[in-house]
């Protein structure tokens, strides 16, 4: 079979154009010992020995079908049903890009109206987009739409010190350029002596008229839960600013707690992994975005509504597309108009499937192994559990030894990915761990996740032994 | 094709109108542009005591077919905004120098109403406009 779609005839035609007597006249540059250089490859593989081949490489790999994951910080292990996987690899979902006539679509269409209509009954919110790239773009999202509703007179933008640390970072990179006044990120906020409150009165401090908006994660960053009286006080004053109070929230968390909608959000954001989408190896994910009805003209991306057609049935459209998106760019909220399809269809699977009971228990589920882990861990010495506050599925354990040290022997002798090393975005809690428990971890595994700390005071990773020995042989 | 025109109003040759009302100037769109537009879904305006200038845009009417600048035929600080627009687009279609005015200046310089058209005048750039091919 000839993949070649132009003939001879066809090739001497542009060669005379282009004025070349041959193709290889056109390779001329290249000295010619490099033109066809001798590989050394090995013989040609069957089929089945390719697979034999690619099979060994996927092995090597670490997965957390084989592993225990005591590892959140944004990215959650939490259990999808398969009926996710089932619908969303379906084709008439799995093959499709960007209608361009979106109505065509009424089955894409219909999932994202029902994604949204999710969204919003989890939020508390009026209107739900059909979600952005990932929780960090979301909230970027939303400083954007603040700093529109600002109308360029308020340029100040107060981000939370326990805002996901790479949340921030994508805040700056969007906001670049647009000479913003970025506070907050370092107020104190943390230590055994802060009360709960604290660290959010230590934001409401820094409003003022020029403030576009306040971001606030709950739980927070280190797992720590801000009661809804806590938020509604902060909600209140940002409001008394004539600023817009956003709120980056864990969605399974929102299965159990109060949603932001009902302590004073103008807009909810948050990371839709958790729900129906694998962690992989960072993406891809979804973001999700939710505000008042009031609002959407000031939003980026694009809502789905029902309606009905001529003769009056139901029928899905794009509501709201800002059409400066399209045409009027430099009048855009945002250019970016995209949304994450497929990942938001594997939310919208993953919420319909688990309902309001399953998505509470998933959520109690963690809440109680959490506090079942912290309490343990706590009483074992040379550690100390820092997260005095109320906390959801995360809380910080100050360790004896660093933590990569500690996170390499649990991984090489327990089959344990540890928690996140804190130190690096927290230079003051060097040696720091946010451990994360999930309904996907066991008893069993957090016993031994227990005994494994205990143990590991006093091991040396593999890497530092095999050294040690080396002498002896 | 015909259009209204508000004899009290003078005009921009970008399709605004301004008209004195007491110590304040009314601004809209013409019955030109309103059809050019046709049916007007959305329409975003300055605050009041925004200050606007001749000439630079003051807000954005969007319809079905397009998303245009509104731009002020006259300088001054906005006073006052057309609020009943956000639910009533469409008054912008059905009575565009009435009900659908925008927004209400107090004019820095009145000077200013002396460099655009009266009606008449505007008719017949109007008339010159379509037979150009229009917009």
């Not at chain 1, 990179?173 to 002596?193: F, K, N, R």
């Not at chain 1, 499937?353 to 506090?371: F, Q």
């Amino acid at each position: 079979m000839n993949y070649i779609p132009n003939t001879d005839a066809d090739r001497a035609e542009m060669l005379k154009v282009v004025g070349a007597g041959s193709v290889a006249e056109l390779f001329r540059d290249v000295p010619e010992r490099y033109r066809f250089p001798t590989l050394a490859l090995p013989p040609a593989l069957s089929e089945m020995e390719v697979i034999e081949e690619l099979n060994a490489l996927a092995n090597e790999n670490d997965d957390l079908h084989h592993l225990a994951c005591f590892l959140g910080a944004g990215a959650y292990n939490h259990f999808v049903p398969s009926v996710v996987d089932f619908l969303l690899h379906r084709s008439e979902f799995f093959t499709a890009y960007t209608p361009y006539q979106p109505e065509i679509s009424q089955g894409t269409l219909q999932a994202h109206y029902e994604y949204q209509s999710m969204i919003c009954a989890l939020t508390g919110m009026e209107v739900s987009n059909v979600s952005h790239y990932d929780g960090a773009t979301a909230a970027a999202e939303a400083v954007i739409m603040a700093l529109q509703m600002g109308r360029g007179k308020r340029n100040k933008v107060i981000l939370s010190p326990t805002l996901h640390p790479q949340y921030r970072a994508v805040v700056h990179t969007y906001t670049q350029g647009m000479a913003l006044e970025i506070v907050g990120e370092d107020v104190a906020w943390v230590g055994p002596s802060a009360g709960s409150g604290s660290a959010l009165e230590a934001l409401a401090a820094l409003l003022d008229k020029q403030t576009a908006c306040v971001i606030v994660q709950n739980p927070d960053f280190l797992g720590r839960l801000y009661t809804p009286a806590e938020m509604q006080a902060l909600a209140d004053q940002v409001h008394a600013a004539g600023a817009q109070f956003v709120v980056s929230a864990d969605p399974i968390s929102l299965g159990l707690f109060v949603p932001p909608g009902q302590y004073g959000a103008d807009v909810v954001t948050g990371e839709g992994q958790p729900m129906g989408n694998a962690i992989s190896f960072g993406g891809p994910y979804l973001g999700f975005f939710a505000m008042k009805k009031d609002d959407v003209r000031r939003s980026a991306g694009r809502i789905v509504g029902q309606t009905v057609d001529a003769d009056g049935q139901r029928g899905f459209v794009l509501t709201l597309s800002t059409r400066e998106q399209h045409i009027r760019r430099e009048k855009a909220s945002s250019n970016i108009c995209s949304n994450q399809a497929l990942n938001a269809l594997a939310a919208a699977i993953y919420m319909a499937a688990m309902g309001k009971y399953g998505l509470r228990t998933v959520a109690e589920l963690s809440y109680h192994k959490a506090h079942y882990a912290a309490g343990l861990i706590g009483q074992i010495p040379g550690y100390e559990v820092v997260s005095r506050w109320p906390f959801f599925k995360e809380f910080v354990v100050r360790c004896p030894r660093p933590v990569a040290t500690i996170n390499e022997i649990l991984l090489d002798r327990y089959g344990m990915v540890g928690g996140y090393d804190l130190g690096g975005d927290y230079p003051g809690l060097k040696d720091h761990m946010l451990l994360c428990v999930t309904e996907m971890n066991s008893k069993a595994q957090i016993d031994l996740l227990v005994e494994a700390l205990q143990e590991v005071t006093t091991m040396n990773p593999d890497r530092l032994e095999d050294e040690a020995e080396a002498p002896h042989e | 094709m015909s259009y209204k025109y508000d004899s009290k109003a003078r005009y921009a040759k970008s399709h605004e109108w301004v008209r004195l009302e007491g110590n304040a100037a009314a601004v809209g769109v013409s019955d030109y542009a309103q059809h050019l537009l046709s049916d007007v879904v959305y329409v975003d305006l300055p605050e009041v005591g925004d200050s606007v200038a001749a000439g630079e845009s003051l807000g954005t009417v969007e319809s079905v077919k397009a998303a245009e600048d509104a731009y002020s035929p006259i300088s001054g600080e906005v006073i006052e905004i057309n609020t009943a627009l956000e639910d009533h687009p469409e008054w912008i279609n059905e009575d565009p120098y009435g009900k659908a005015w925008l927004i209400k200046v107090a004019p820095s310089d009145t000077g200013e109403l002396a460099g655009l058209m009266d009606a008449v005048a505007y008719e017949a750039y109007v008339n010159e406009e379509e037979e150009k091919g229009g917009h």
